[in-house]
């Protein structure tokens, strides 16, 4: 199976290291979880549990230089464009060693060094900043593609309409990424939109549409790299539906009382991306374990860092307000 | 030393700076062949092409938005928000967005976005077209809030305003886009957060901004033949404050009234008078006095906008009232 998927372009090594991002945030996150629920963590969380596949392979495919902005769900987004977990779970912590140097939160994570623009709290509030990143690009002769996260949740909201509307229009070189979890915290897809296929509404401004499944990681990257590269010949944005899952509630320590649990557990079975493609990898259990064990221990030193690193001075939260 | 209208003034301030840095461009609704709603981006579309002078969609969240993400990759946009009353149609972007990126990123960004808007009443545009909210956005860290008066004045601080690595609300008032007065030949940048003292006095400090500077102006000359002697202040930028500007002033004339276009309750003027007994209690031979909006909508009839917003009689009354304390 490996090797019929490596004649389609990807390396089985690649997959491999796939395998290994999509673990390394699945076991941050459930450190995470684990950690706020010890009373460590201040703030509140809200864990991807189920939707690595979308991160991993969106940012596996874009470029450096390339820039994105991400969404209250965002250690994912945050990990697989590179960030050092020691730099995430510090800014979990609130320290100055965080990605954010404290000012952010989970909520909040940037690192503009590799493109990370900043996670927004607002639903689809870091839309319309992508369209004018896109522009400056496109403004510039610049080979560069801005990349929005955002959920089916925020399909509803002005913000998402206005961008892709002005993005359309101005043909700027941008990619929006709909994470489709179904759910916009605990209101269904059904409640919270008349249609069932929210693709249409980017259809509806005449841009280009391309779907992937997102529990399958080698497909969200190569059609990933197709809407880039789309964006970056200048032939306009592309509006990248990806169908995933939540396997998880909305925030850490949701009961989900809005949810089928029957019909939870049977995605978490059958629709879990890292056992997904742990199957096609063919991997064997020690080989996985070894992956495990690896990514566990960089989590884990990376709660020993970010415990041992800088809390900021009361007195730095009047710094930064200013440039 | 060239005339420049108000309006000829910011236009000349965006040509120039547009002209030295291809990082400088314009959007907003209907502001390339029509030249903008008030005119003032007239001719520029034809030397900047439309590219750099970018008609938009009637779309403020968009327009905006758009606005930080160039800058964020630091670029210089200047946006245009037809009327104040449309920046609540953006105030999300505004408030969470350009005014926050710098700090919830603990500074790795700047957000260089000038966000230009126009208001003002005097000529019957109703409830939705004519509001003064600057006090809205006073009120919101990280940003920076400018209010010019004067041509040459509008021309310096909008030139500070593209080139600060700040997001600034840049404040024109509608009806002084008509007003001329002879400017320094070459643009004089004018710092954010300096004041500036349009006349000199000795009895009362008037805090006037926009229209209102020249209202007080008009009372300071009647208030001159009754033997008071009016300063009037103009903040100029009113966020940051120029303190300093402002207690100077208080001291010298022991009497404050405060003076804007925008409603008195809850307005700039509240901060300023709050600011003032802060600072400068000991050198008050009055409370201070303020002029502004009544708390209503601003309503049609030209006799009722007429009732509600100040004007210089109202300056007058106010700095008879806080003279007569003694």
């Given at each position: 199976m490996a090797k019929v998927e490596a004649k389609r372009g990807l390396s089985e090594e690649r997959l491999r290291e796939f395998l290994r991002e999509m673990l390394l945030i699945r076991r941050f996150e459930e450190k995470v979880e684990e950690r706020f629920r010890a009373g460590e963590l201040p703030g509140f969380l809200h864990v991807a549990i189920g939707q690595e596949g979308v991160a991993v392979g969106?940012?596996?495919?874009?470029?450096?230089?390339?820039?994105f902005a991400s969404t209250h769900r965002a250690h994912g987004h945050t990990l697989a464009r590179g960030t050092h977990p020691n730099a995430v779970m510090a800014e979990l912590y609130g320290k100055m060693e965080g990605c954010s140097h404290g000012y952010g939160g989970s909520m909040h994570l940037y690192d503009v060094e590799r493109g990370n623009l900043g996670a927004n709290a607002v639903v689809g509030g870091g839309l319309p900043a992508i369209t004018g990143a896109a522009l400056s690009f496109k403004l510039r002769g610049e080979s560069r593609v801005a990349v929005a996260f955002f959920g089916d949740g925020a399909t509803n909201i002005g913000t998402f309409h206005e961008s892709l509307n002005l993005a359309q229009l101005w043909q700027v070189p941008a990619v929006f990424v709909l994470e489709d979890n179904h759910w916009a915290e605990s209101t269904p897809e059904i409640q919270h939109s008349p249609i069932r296929?929210?693709?249409?509404?980017?259809?509806?401004?005449?841009?280009?549409?391309?779907?992937?499944?997102?529990?399958?990681?080698?497909?969200?990257?190569?059609v990933a790299s197709r809407a880039l590269k789309h964006a970056r010949d200048g032939k306009g944005p592309v509006f990248l539906h990806v169908e995933t899952e939540r396997l998880v509630g909305?925030?850490?320590?949701?009961?989900?009382?809005?949810?089928?649990?029957?019909?939870?557990?049977?995605?978490?079975?059958?629709?879990?991306?890292?056992?997904?493609?742990?199957?096609?990898?063919?991997?064997?259990?020690?080989?996985?374990?070894?992956?495990?064990?690896?990514?566990?221990?960089?989590?884990?030193?990376?709660?020993?860092?970010?415990?041992?690193?800088?809390?900021?001075?009361?007195e730095d939260a009047l710094k930064n307000v200013y440039a | 030393?060239?005339?420049?209208?108000?309006?000829?003034?910011?236009?000349?301030?965006?040509?120039?700076a547009m002209r030295q840095d291809e990082d400088v461009f314009v959007m907003g609704e209907d502001i390339a062949e029509m030249g903008g709603s008030m005119g003032v981006t007239a001719g520029m579309l034809d030397e900047f092409g439309p590219d750099r002078i970018r008609n938009t969609p009637i779309s403020e969240i968009a327009i905006v938005g758009a606005g930080i993400g160039a800058a964020m990759q630091g670029m210089r946009p200047v946006?245009?928000?037809?009327?104040?009353?449309?920046?609540?149609?953006?105030?999300?972007?505004?408030?969470?967005?350009?005014?926050?990126?710098r700090y919830m990123s603990g500074g790795q960004l700047k957000v260089p976005l000038t966000i230009r808007t126009q208001g003002g009443a005097g000529w019957s545009p109703g409830a939705q077209h004519a509001q003064q909210v600057e006090a809205w956005f006073v009120h919101v860290p990280g940003l920076k809030v400018v209010f010019a008066s004067t041509p040459a004045d509008?021309?310096?601080?909008?030139?500070?305003?593209?080139?600060?690595?700040?997001?600034?609300?840049?404040?024109?008032?509608?009806?002084?886009?008509?007003?001329?007065?002879?400017?320094p030949e070459e643009l004089e940048p004018i710092p954010i957060g300096q004041s500036r003292v349009h006349r000199e006095g000795s009895d009362v400090t008037v805090v006037a901004t926009g229209r209102l500077v020249h209202e007080a102006l008009r009372a300071a000359e009647e208030a001159e033949s009754d033997g008071i002697s009016v300063e009037v202040w103009d903040p100029r930028t009113l966020q940051p404050l120029d303190l300093d500007g402002?207690?100077?002033?208080?001291?010298?004339?022991?009497?404050?009234?405060?003076?804007?276009?925008?409603?008195?309750?809850?307005?700039?003027?509240?901060?300023?008078?709050?600011?003032?007994?802060?600072?400068?209690?000991?050198?008050?031979?009055?409370?201070?006095?303020?002029v502004g909006a009544k708390f209503a909508p601003l309503p049609f009839a030209p006799v009722m906008e007429e009732y509600v917003v100040p004007h210089a009689a109202d300056v007058l009354e106010a700095v008879k009232r806080t003279v007569a304390r003694g």
């Open positions: 969106v940012c596996q495919a874009m470029d450096d230089g390339d820039v296929d929210l693709s249409k509404r980017a259809e509806a401004f005449g841009m280009k549409v391309m779907k992937a499944d997102g529990q399958d990681v080698e497909e969200v990257h190569r909305h925030y850490v320590g949701d009961p989900q009382v809005y949810r089928d649990k029957e019909r939870l557990h049977e995605l978490q079975e059958t629709r879990d991306p890292i056992t997904l493609l742990r199957e096609k990898l063919s991997a064997s259990d020690e080989e996985f374990e070894d992956a495990d064990r690896e990514v566990q221990e960089l989590v884990d030193a990376s709660v020993e860092f970010a415990k041992a690193a800088t809390d900021p001075k009361p | 030393m060239p005339e420049l209208s108000y309006r000829e003034a910011v236009r000349d301030a965006l040509s120039q946006v245009e928000v037809m009327y104040e009353d449309f920046l609540t149609v953006s105030m999300e972007q505004i408030v969470n967005q350009a005014a926050k990126h509008v021309r310096g601080l909008l030139w500070s305003a593209i080139y600060d690595d700040n997001p600034v609300i840049f404040f024109e008032h509608r009806t002084l886009y008509g007003l001329k007065e002879e400017v402002l207690v100077a002033s208080v001291k010298k004339t022991n009497r404050v009234v405060v003076a804007h276009e925008a409603v008195t309750r809850m307005g700039f003027g509240a901060e300023i008078a709050a600011v003032v007994g802060e600072q400068a209690f000991d050198w008050l031979d009055a409370p201070v006095e303020r």
